[in-house]
């Protein structure tokens, strides 16, 4: 149950009881009705701004109104208080038998409390992480890796129906220098001596097994060979040898992704795919011969003051021509994003979801006129930006350079503080501010270290249930059970952490919505926060304590409030990827 939802029901057939409201209904915008936690919690539990929104069509002063639609929510027996506030706000205390039934709702629901229909099974597909297969993941990768999978993990739990994808950019000219950097590492596996790798190509260690193996299966046969024959076998070598690495490196970061899409098959037959993509825009008139004028700043690689063939991207929210086809008949990197985007538009999806570095940002307005023109503005294409990830080791910033091969893997970084802190860290800020990763930070135990803190929480909420079954040994902890005895709860601590529980499935629609994962993080935060106070009240209070040996069914009632907290902070961390302990060691 969802506490806001069903209150904005409430309100609204209040609202339709009134003869004002009646009368006009026809001209009234129910839309604009809000239904909320008041800003003041000391206000009330529910707080609603309809006497506002429908005071003006209704001709009528808000507060006036307000009396009216309060005399109504009085008649409503899960309301224990309402009162108006300010111009016209209305606030509304509820009855302690409403939040125990709806702690008894949490109870039956476990961890689907709070999974949301708001998706409709609207097909969205989510594309993060996607570097080019030139060496293991670095830590620049893994904020949008994270980001990427926990907003797909989102959006499927509230009703969407995800698909978490990879696309490989396995084409173009930097394949073309690590399949060199390979050959080089191949004539070293071979015994020639092969000096300091040249400037330009990868230095890398994680190239040595990939020369090692190839000279193991070939001899000295692709030595022998011309570049136009060794190259083809050396590149599918590399590219598969790089792809396994970097599955595993996800892996190790509970990343995984149902689709890897390789960009060599938009180049395959002809390059078919993208044939077919500028075929499709130019049957809708965005395609035409012409010339770029040169653009401000740095020359891009694929401009050319020759007549080229282009995508009138403007008439579709761009703010540039773009260049499709080059003068020599060859097609630019654009037009592969273009054909790219139609297989996923071909394949079904509403809406494509991008997560890309902060680096590119200029991406956005053309991959937005990309949707536009292949869809026909029928699919929704968002690019979610992340920041940059400043990683500090001993006070001091690390610094990456993956062309010179020193760069800090994603790997190091989850074997040296676990999976769990990079996972949950990367999510503790918007994925649009910069981020500073402090190892020492994410390694402590305290409240200061959020992942430890909410994994705390809920490592306390099974340590409740191991104490109960201590004190009686044939204590009914089943859902079904707990979930009848919500009577004993009461007190307004109590109360208080039943209302944060609530919260929760108006935050993962709002996160939903917004395509912000980070809240989630927040939200488990905030929950663990008033669990962890909940239970030092109950040091100094021992009546609030969760299991009082001499008394079953208090315990009983309380084991059913643990129970809860302990459902939603599995669910959110789940969410985020982040496992939800027994116990902490």
């Known amino acids: 149950m969802n506490l806001f939802t069903d209150f904005e029901a409430r309100i609204k057939t209040a609202l339709e009881q ?22 003041d919690a ?14 003006k069509p209704l001709g009528t002063n808000p507060r006036a109104l307000a009396d009216v639609i309060i005399a109504k929510l009085r008649e409503d027996a899960d309301v224990a ?50 570097a080019n297969p030139t060496g293991p993941m670095h830590v620049g990768h893994c904020r949008g890796a994270v980001v990427g999978d926990a907003l797909a993990n989102l959006l499927a739990f509230a009703g969407y129906g995800v698909e978490k994808e990879y696309y490989i950019n396995d084409a ?75 599955r595993e490196d996800l892996a190790a970061l509970n990343v995984h992704h149902d689709i890897f899409f390789s960009e060599r098959t938009l180049h395959a037959n002809g390059a078919a795919a993208i044939r077919t993509a500028i075929n499709d825009l130019t049957f809708k008139g965005f395609v035409y011969k012409g ?36 003068s020599d008949g060859s097609y630019t990197y654009f037009a592969a994003d273009v054909a790219y985007f139609k297989n996923k538009f071909d394949r079904g999806f509403d809406e494509m979801i991008y997560v890309l570095g902060a ?53 190091e970084v989850v074997e040296e503080v676990g999976r769990d802190s990079v996972r949950f860290m990367m999510l503790y ?56 005895t919500v009577a004993g709860i009461g007190d307004p601590a109590e109360l208080q952490l039943v209302a944060k529980l609530a919260e929760f499935p108006r935050m993962v629609e709002a996160a939903a919505q917004s395509q912000e994962p980070h809240r989630v993080a927040f939200y488990l935060y905030d929950l663990a926060s008033s669990f962890h106070a909940h239970w030092n009240k109950g040091k100094d209070q021992p009546e ?14 309380r084991l059913g409030l643990v129970y809860a907290v302990a459902s939603v902070l599995k669910s959110g961390l789940a969410i985020t990827g982040t496992a939800a302990p027994d116990e902490m060691r």
């Open 429 to 484: 800020r918007k994925n649009s501010e910069p981020l500073d990763f402090d190892f020492a930070k994410v390694t402590e135990q305290s409240k200061d270290n959020p992942v430890f803190y909410v994994q705390y929480a809920h490592a306390r909420c099974m340590s409740v249930f191991r104490q109960a079954r201590e004190a009686f040994g044939d204590l009914d902890v089943s859902p079904e059970e707990l979930a009848q």
């Open 291 to 326: 010339t770029l004028p040169p653009p401000k700043g740095q020359l891009p690689e694929d401009w050319e003051d020759r007549e080229q063939t282009l995508f009138r991207s403007t008439e579709v929210g761009d703010d540039m021509v773009r260049p499709l086809i080059k």
């Open 81 to 130: 208080d309402v009162s108006v506030a300010g111009p016209g706000f209305i606030n509304i205390r509820l009855a302690v038998g409403y939040w125990q039934q709806l702690l008894a709702s949490m109870i039956g629901a476990g961890t689907d409390y709070g999974r949301s229909t708001l998706g409709a099974g609207r097909k969205v597909n989510v594309e993060y992480v996607s």
């Open 172 to 246: 173009g000219s930097q394949i073309d220098v690590l399949a060199r950097s390979v050959f080089l590492r191949y004539r070293e596996a071979l015994g020639e001596r092969i000096g300091e790798i040249p400037s330009g190509l990868y230095p890398g260690d994680y190239l040595v097994p990939v020369g090692q193996s190839l000279a193991a299966d070939y001899g000295v046969r692709l030595h022998n060979m011309p570049e136009d024959q060794w190259m083809p076998i050396v590149k599918d070598r590399t590219i598969d040898a790089m792809m396994v690495m970097i």
């Open 359 to 411: 680096d590119h940002g200029g991406y956005v307005k053309r991959l937005e006129a990309v949707a536009r023109g292949v869809s026909d503005a029928k699919a929704k294409l968002t690019v979610l930006l992340c920041q940059l990830v400043k990683l500090y080791r001993n006070g001091e910033p690390v610094k990456m350079s993956k062309r010179s091969g020193d760069f800090v893997t994603l790997r």
């Open 42 to 55: 000391s206000h009330g539990d529910v707080a609603t701004n309809a006497a506002m929104a429908l005071a």
């Open 18 to 39: 009134i003869d004002l409201v009646r009368d006009k209904r026809s001209e009234l915008d129910f839309g604009r009705i809000a239904v909320e936690p008041p800003r």
């Open 544 to 557: 609030l304590r969760f299991v009082n040996d001499k008394n079953r069914e208090s315990t009983i009632a």
